[in-house]
């Protein structure tokens, strides 16, 4: 079987001249439909029509790099949306090797292999937005009517790349599979000097925001026994969740509370009003459940024994996803090959798209080192070694039989 | 001696108006120079004008309505800013019952009364800014140098008046005393059915900014063990210090945590980074003392606890403001007079110009109710013949001997 030489140096080039869009210090700010993300795309289209790839935007700003023919293919891809201060490689990593794979394989007479940047991965307006209606989880009707932490909807923001969008979604029967490439995003592979890991699953990831009601007042005349005050009311539940998961949990779940907004936010104002969003997640439906379950009541009794108002919006539920076994095989004995003694068999404790797209196709994950397990910040980074390891690893499962 | 006749009409109509600038429902959002404020403020200036007082902006934003001729007479006032979101009479009905003061005095041939309206009172800089500047409190090259919350500085703020600038300060010995009204923003007299209240002292007021700095990460890969959640640190605070201050307050303590921001804030990203300010009140510069202790070492305890810098900013102290008696007495027989039965002395919970102000002049200051003691909010509302009442017991207390 041919072997798909990849170029190491168009690969990090490539990486660099991505990250030059929306960068900010070592990392970028590169939110979903955002003008740095749009532009990002557009270069994408370019390399990929360079590659020899057609690029394809469908109408929530997917980008599809489809090899020449029509014969079913392996589809390889990540997103290249950041958070709102992300690192360089959160996604990028994958979609660039992905075109370098499927650049290379083109070039080389090797099977075709399309590359994919999913849209809005990082949540802005839901979890994996973009893999999720191209999947069919979600009809865009419905979406478009989600709206971010500003109130935009998913809709206004579509908006922004109307000019690119293509019209339609690419049939999923225009592939075989799927291959995702990604920086692990956690501390196992770095610690452990792993280089290669092959993903078995992908952790189920649920949240909900959260609002507490009280009484805006003066914060000087107010006697504290009379007080509604909703920011109290955040860090008691905060606590108290802390408390009553612990027994629930394993070394491996998690829960956040990462976005918090008072209102009015002012120090001399009692807040009347908190938002919080709280996210939980465990690779078993059950544990997801009881945590659900716990988080709901805690919140309905602090609210309950202080005089707040408690209500629930947004929630958002991704169960567990085992990775095909087949796929992964192949992507294993690509690096038992490349990388002996240096790859794992490993969990994601991150989302990724691939989860959704294993709804429609069989899909499987591999990771390289974060350094520090740093991600999600501007400090993420990634050996270039490591970097083109992963490239030459996904290469060799492009081609493994 | 002359009987000052105000006229009813004229005092709501001039609340109507100054209301209209920055409206919002039955609230204004009218920030110390926002674009809202400077406008209430040349509206101000002209109806100054029209009252036969000369109006004079100093350097910060104070604006001052002098009567005729130089011999020192009683300046009467508050402040026309606003919170972000307050009600339609916090401040600004002390400086319309003023200017209704001053105008009928001259009308009637009774003392010459001086009307202001002080900048920045809500504390967008700092506590009271435009009478801390003016009483010499705080030299202008340092106050210029602060921030408001979203990183501006007095000095860029200012700017937006500097068209208006007298050049500069009004001298205090053109004024014999201060006397300011505003509503009570609390909810003594509301319950009691008192009409008003003679003020006997105003409690003091310290706030200071917390940091507290720990590891922005990924919220579905890093451990809760390894996790260096900001936030996290940040419930653990306001927890322990409800539990910490209870056996130090009396019932009239209190300490609000009002404003508080996350880094960067989003629903899948470990918090890095929150800042809050804490601010707290008593009418015992001991207590506050004891406060302020108990705070910066619970805060430094939780952060040692959990790996995270603390760091703290922006420290204000006023200290608490005892009346002057003879001034005081002035208010409480105009009060007996033209509300007998319905007045009460009363401590202020709320920080007020007046207490700034007693360092330059003999000071003093009345209560009208407010509805429910709602205050710092769109809700916040008085009795249309209780800030008529206000204004002629203000107008008494212009003439008493």
Redesign the interface.
């Known amino acids: 079987m041919t072997e798909i030489a990849i170029q190491p140096e168009r690969l990090l080039q490539d990486l660099e001249t991505l990250r030059s869009f929306g960068r900010c210090g070592s990392g970028v700010v590169r939110p979903a439909y955002s003008e740095a993300d749009v532009a990002a795309r557009r270069w994408l289209a370019g390399r990929m029509a360079e590659a020899g790839l057609q690029p394809v935007f469908d109408p929530v700003g997917n980008l599809f790099g489809l090899p020449p023919g029509s014969a079913p293919c392996l589809l390889m891809g990540s997103h290249s949306d950041s ?3 992300g690192g360089w490689l959160d996604g990028a990593y994958g979609v660039i090797a992905a075109l370098e794979v499927a650049r290379a394989s083109l070039e080389c007479g090797g099977p075709p292999v399309a590359a994919v940047s999913f849209q809005d991965e ?2 802005r307006f839901t979890t994996l937005t973009g893999s999720r209606i191209w999947a069919g989880l979600m009809p865009l009707d419905r979406a478009d009517e989600m709206t971010d932490d500003e109130g935009t909807t998913l809709a206004e923001a579509r908006r922004t790349m109307a000019a690119l969008d293509g019209g339609a979604f690419v049939a999923p029967d225009r592939f075989t599979a799927f291959v995702e490439a990604h920086i ?4 196992v592979l770095d610690s452990e000097g792993g280089r290669i890991g092959v993903v078995e699953n992908i ?1 189920g ?1 649920r ?1 909900e925001r959260y609002r507490f009601e009280g ?12 007080r509604r ?1 909703a ?2 009311g ?3 539940f ?2 108290l969740l ?1 408390v009553r998961l612990a027994p629930l ?1 394993t ?12 209102h ?9 009003r908190v938002d919080c ?1 709280v ?1 939980w ?1 465990d690779a078993e439906v059950g544990r997801l459940d009881r945590m659900e379950a716990v988080i709901r009541t805690t919140a309905e009794e602090v609210a309950g024994a202080r005089g707040l108002g408690c209500t629930r919006s947004a929630y958002a539920a991704i169960e567990p996803t085992r990775m095909e076994p087949a796929l992964a095989a192949r992507i294993e004995q690509a690096a038992r090959q490349l990388a002996p003694g240096l790859w794992r068999r490993m969990p ?4 990724h798209d691939a989860a959704n797209v294993s709804h429609l196709l069989p899909a499987a994950m591999l990771f390289v080192p974060s350094k520090r ?5 501007f400090e993420e980074d990634t050996a270039h070694d490591d970097l083109v390891l992963g490239a030459r690893v996904l290469a060799a499962a492009a081609t493994a039989v």
């Open positions: 958070q709102p201060e990082e949540g692990e995003q956690g501390p952790v990831i949240s009484q805006q007042n003066h914060a000087g005349t107010t006697p504290m026994r009379l005050d920011f109290q955040l860090a008691e905060v606590t802390n949990v070394l491996a779940t998690v829960w956040t509370i990462g976005h918090v907004a008072l009015p936010n002012a120090s001399s104002i009692v807040p009347g969003t996210q997640r994601s404790g991150a989302l397990g740093i991600s999600h910040s």
